[in-house]
Each structure stands twice: as C-alpha cells, then as structure tokens.
C-alpha cells in the first residue's frame, strides 16, 4: 500500500511570513500534484511535478519533486490571508494509470 | 455539463439504513474517481472507474460499499447497513485520462456530506 505523509497537519502564521509544507513517501510515484481545498468545496487542483527534480514556481508558490520521486515540498513566500487552506498532495500510482492517493492534508491558516 | 455534479449534498440517515449517492461527471471524462474525507481530513481513495476497463476497488473500506458507473457517464456510490463511522463527505471526481505519467487531472464536484445518527 502506497502511502503519502503530510507534515505539518496544521500551521497558523502571521501575514507575510514563509511556510514550507511536505510531502513524504517510502514509494516511487511517476507524478505528483498538489491539490487546494476550501471548506464546501472540493479539491482544485494547483500544480503537477513529473520528473524527479522538477520545480515549478505559481506566483509566490514554488513546488519541487524529489529527486527519487518520492517526496514533495510546496513553499509558500510572503503568506496572504487568500492562502488559508487545506493543502494536499496526491501521487499518480506507477503501473496502475490514473489512480492517485493523497496524503492527509495540512491545514494552512494566515492570519492578517 | 460544465462541472461535476453531486447529489444528495447533504444526506442525514438513520443507522442500518442505506444510502446511495449520486456523481454526474464532465461530459467526455472517462476516468471517474470516489474518495471519502472526513472531517478536516485528506482524501481516502475508495473506487476509480477507467473507461470501460474493470474498477479499480482496492480502496472500498468493507462488502457494505459499493459503486456503479454506467458507461462513461453517471454513478453512483451505494452504501448498505450504514454505521455511525460512515459519516464523512464523499467526494467525486472526474478526468479526461489523458495525462502522461498517470497525471490526471481530477475536476472535484462540491461532495455529498453524510450524517449517520
């Protein structure tokens, strides 16, 4: 069984401040996404990684893919209240195209 | 239609009865995904639906649960004798399955939020 470990669960910070969450597996994933939830909503998603190493910046987003496609991190500049949160991350299964498992969640709240 | 569309949004049910939740996915999308997320919670994978390939059921926590999808279009989630810890929002997704390296992109519905008292 694939699983995916999201730390932290939970980060309150001011307004401003940087945050980096991750995203951790003892599995090989050939993608990973990350995924934004607001409360009511459904997931939508923010970025897709696909080659080990890869980094992608959104704005004041920037995501990365280890090297071993095993892990995740999202790290966040300059925090605005429109980031709060539930952040996941999701990793496409190898070998069974299109299933993803996503990890627990880390909720995100900026306070102004 | 323009997005995925749930239905209950809100199921409240008695324990021992049966529930059954309804997903109608973007027109043309033929993976569709169910997961369950509790309360402040990530997403538990429960069935994935590939075209007309076999389910994919790894996911389905007990024999109570079940899941249809007739072609590429409508399913809908069956859940028999609920039990208090079946409460959860059940969410829906679908995707083109298009993507390299399995990176499909799900479009969510809003979920189907079910109270079991």
């Known amino acids: 069984t694939q699983l995916l470990e999201q730390s932290p669960q939970f980060l309150s910070i001011q307004e401003g401040e940087n945050l980096t969450v991750y995203c951790n597996s003892s599995?090989?994933?050939?993608?990973l996404q990350w995924y934004r939830q607001e409360p009511g909503e459904g997931p939508v998603l923010l970025v897709t990684?696909?080659?080990?190493?890869e980094v992608k910046k959104l704005k004041r987003l920037t995501f990365q893919f280890g090297d071993a496609r095993k892990d995740s991190s999202l790290h966040i500049t300059a925090a605005q209240p429109g980031d709060t949160g539930l952040y996941l991350c999701?990793?496409?299964?190898?070998?069974?195209?299109?299933?993803?498992?996503f990890g627990q969640g880390t909720t995100l709240q900026v306070k102004p | 239609g323009a997005g995925v569309s749930q239905s209950p949004s809100n199921k409240v049910t008695e324990k021992g009865k049966d529930v059954e939740l309804r997903c109608d996915p973007i027109?043309?999308?033929?993976?569709l995904y169910w997961y369950r997320q509790r309360l402040g919670q990530g997403l538990e994978f429960l069935i994935y639906?590939?075209?007309?390939?076999?389910?994919?059921k790894s996911g389905l926590p007990s024999d109570r649960f079940s899941a249809e999808r007739t072609g590429e279009s409508v399913s809908t989630l069956t859940i028999q004798r609920t039990q208090q810890e079946d409460s959860a929002v059940y969410l829906c997704?679908?995707?083109?399955?298009?993507?390299?390296?399995?990176?499909?992109?799900?479009?969510f519905g809003a979920g189907s939020r079910l109270t079991v008292l």
């Open positions: 997704a679908s995707s083109s399955g298009q993507s390299p390296a399995g990176a499909n992109v799900l479009t």
């Open positions: 999701a990793g496409a299964v190898p070998s069974n195209t299109g299933k993803l498992i």
């Open positions: 027109s043309g999308h033929t993976a």
């Open positions: 599995s090989v994933f050939s993608s």
């Open positions: 990684v696909v080659t080990g190493g």
């Open positions: 639906f590939q075209g007309n390939s076999a389910p994919d």
